[in-house]
């Protein structure tokens, strides 16, 4: 992964882009809010997705 400044949604939706801009998730509560600016190196964003969110994703897919 390259070091380089991305710009993620807090929305809980996981969006992610290297461009600013604004959450394109029609579904997401941050639908339209601006992206922030992140330079993680690990993906992680530093906590500031909704992490939860997405166990709570991987969750449901394993009771499929
Ligand atoms: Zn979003
Ligand atoms: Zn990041």
Wanted: hydrophobic share 20%.
């Amino acid at each position: 992964m390259k070091h380089m400044t991305h710009y993620i949604c807090t929305g809980g939706c996981g969006g992610s882009t290297d461009v600013p801009g604004v959450c394109q998730a029609e579904t997401c509560p941050k639908h339209g809010a601006p992206l922030t600016a992140c330079d993680c190196t690990d993906g992680e964003h530093f906590g500031l997705q909704d992490l939860h969110k997405t166990e709570k994703d991987k969750e449901e897919e394993n009771n499929k």
